[in-house]
């Protein structure tokens, strides 16, 4: 079992910044990919960004160039660095981990006003 514990979320302007925090406990042994995910009121929940265990990132073409992802190995914690917020950015964010497993945090408000 793979705990995730997201932090950070919150209500900023249009065109504020926000990083979002996932610290991930438990049998972390075998932990690979990190992802960031989002939800926005009756959508479908989206991918955002992916880290692979070696660093590599995938973004989703609507946070290009605005959001980065990070991760800390020593800390097992994955971050998700907004700026350029938007309104359409308005979603709980879901922190994700892949061992064989796909675990899921509790997820993050992250409300952007106009």
């Known amino acids: 079992q793979v705990q995730l514990v997201e932090s950070g979320g919150g209500l900023v302007q249009a065109g504020g910044s926000l990083r979002l925090s996932c610290s991930a406990s438990?049998?972390?042994?075998?932990?690979?990919?990190m992802f960031w995910y989002r939800q926005a009121p009756g959508k479908q929940r989206e991918l955002v960004a992916t880290?692979?265990?070696?660093?590599?990132?995938v973004y989703n073409d609507s946070v290009k160039g605005r959001f980065t992802i990070s991760r800390d190995n020593a800390k097992n914690t994955v971050y998700l660095q907004m700026s350029s917020l938007k309104p359409e950015d308005t979603a709980v964010y879901y922190c994700?981990?892949?061992?064989?497993?796909?675990?899921w945090g509790h997820g993050t408000q992250v409300t952007v006003s106009s």
């Open positions: 994700a981990a892949q061992t064989t497993l796909h675990y």
């Open positions: 438990g049998n972390i042994f075998n932990l690979n990919a």
């Open positions: 880290i692979t265990k070696g660093g590599t990132t």
